[in-house]
């Protein structure tokens, strides 16, 4: 089994992105995974130097926002020349995409896949879940690990780039 083949017994059927690679030559190509629940965008040849690949899932018809997400961290990970760490924030201060409330990324594991998804061999695989403000504001504040907690406990649907937050700076998590 390939490495593509690992992504899409987890992710579904897949195929590579007809378009230029992220670091401008043939090294990092993008593929598309799609099922009846997500659609997944991932890196094949960030392995070879950083020892691991990324994955950004989110829900159908969010196709742009997901292959967008993944292609600006891999362009932060080229130009900073080494990978991302399991719970790194990577914030930007104005909406990443447009309509939504969407202002950083938490690097981590696949928030819905089993354990096995995020390893192949000695490659892991780092997944891209979307954030608000307010919640990396809570990252911040208390780390990364109690804004995952809050997840656990709350549930949103962190594949979902038009989601609320479900934590507001004033008054803490938000009731749902």
């Known amino acids: 089994m390939?490495?593509?083949d690992h992504l899409a017994a987890h992710l579904g059927p897949g195929a590579a992105v007809p378009a230029d690679s992220p670091d401008g030559s043939a090294a990092v190509?993008?593929?598309r995974f799609e099922n009846d629940e997500s659609v997944s965008f991932a890196t094949a040849g960030l392995a070879e130097p950083f020892g691991q690949e990324l994955v950004c899932s989110v829900r159908p018809g969010q196709d742009g926002a997901g292959r967008f997400l993944l292609t600006t961290a891999v362009e932060l990970v080229l130009?900073?020349?080494?990978?991302?760490?399991?719970l790194q924030i990577i914030r930007n201060n104005q909406?990443?995409?447009a309509r939504t409330g969407i202002t950083g990324l938490l690097v981590a594991t696949h928030p819905y896949?089993?354990?096995?998804?995020?390893?192949?061999?000695?490659?892991?695989?780092?997944?891209?879940?979307?954030?608000?403000?307010?919640?990396?504001?809570l990252a911040d504040a208390y780390g990364a690990?109690?804004?995952?907690?809050?997840?656990?406990?709350?549930?949103?649907?962190?594949?979902?780039?038009?989601r609320a937050p479900v934590f507001d700076r004033r008054s803490?998590?938000?009731e749902n």
């Not at 130009?79 to 399991?86: C, F, P, S």
């Not at 896949?113 to 891209?128: D, H, K, Q, W, Y």
């Open 172 to 174: 803490g998590p938000i």
């Open 29 to 31: 190509v993008i593929w």
């Open 79 to 86: 130009k900073g020349a080494r990978g991302l760490e399991n």
């Open 95 to 97: 909406p990443l995409l």
């Open 113 to 137: 896949l089993p354990a096995e998804f995020n390893t192949f061999g000695e490659v892991e695989i780092r997944s891209l879940i979307p954030l608000t403000d307010p919640e990396i504001f």
């Open 145 to 162: 690990d109690v804004l995952t907690g809050l997840f656990e406990q709350e549930e949103p649907d962190l594949l979902d780039v038009t």
């Open 2 to 4: 390939d490495f593509t």
